[in-house]
């Protein structure tokens, strides 16, 4: 019988944890979010980090900035909160407006606040099988739910489909210095099919609906669903084929309610992480 992952669960059990360490601190963590423009859905992503980060006890600022904001007045903000004793975390939330380029300023971002693991020093420490001062939010929620599930990853066949340096390439780089053998696909690969059809693991992060069919599971594999694209009648689905698959594989994530919650959850805990470690407390 096919397990149905459940990331509400699991995000809700982690941020209880984080909320009793919390409480215990001398000092609250702090999280500053930078919003530019008004993508609408940045404006939600950003409004349930907000509400998640006040529930588990931290300070959060949110700097919401205006679409026009230039390269210099973003940077002399990034400049200030890496500066600021209160922030522990920054994140900066993406996508940006065109006309800023997100690497002038993801780099720019103390790699020891960087909470989103997406600085060149984290991203370094994490492709040479080194600790990272925090791992990216949601390839290290994926590999929380394989674990909170019990799933195999040593030895293992993964089949990451997607590329990004934000999901593909960091969820790789766990998955290998996890012992798994692992085959990176994309929407271009030849064959994907018979590629995907080797997987035990499957993580799919392309953004394209029901790009994984029933026909490219072998029985009893894990699948990851990390897409989230919003449908013609307005509801959210993912990459997967979920209701055709979910009776072929061994576990499977749904859409919403799998790796979404562990997302914010990952954040979360990347904060009271970086706070423990600028105070010396781990």
Known sequence: MT???DGRACAEKILENIKIKTSKLNKKPGLSVILVGENPASKVYVKNKEKKAIEAGFNSNVYRLPENTSKLEL?????KL??????????????LPKHLNPSDFLDKIDPKKDVDGFHPINSGKLLNNEKPYVIPCTPKGIIRLLDEYNIEIAEKNAVVIGRSNI???????????KNATVTIAHSKTKNLIDVVKQADIIVSATGISNIITKDMVKEGAAVIDVGIIRGEDG?????????NIKDIAGFITPVPGGVGPMTIAMLMENTLELHLLRNNLC
Do not use: A, H, R, Y
């Open 167 to 177: 999901v593909g390439k960091p969820v790789s780089m766990l998955l290998l210095n």
């Open 75 to 79: 940077l002399n903000l990034i400049d």
């Open 82 to 95: 890496n500066n600021e004793d209160n922030t522990d975390g920054i994140l900066l939330q993406l996508p």
């Open 3 to 5: 397990v149905i992952i």
């Open 235 to 243: 509801k959210l689905k993912g990459d997967v084929d979920f209701n």
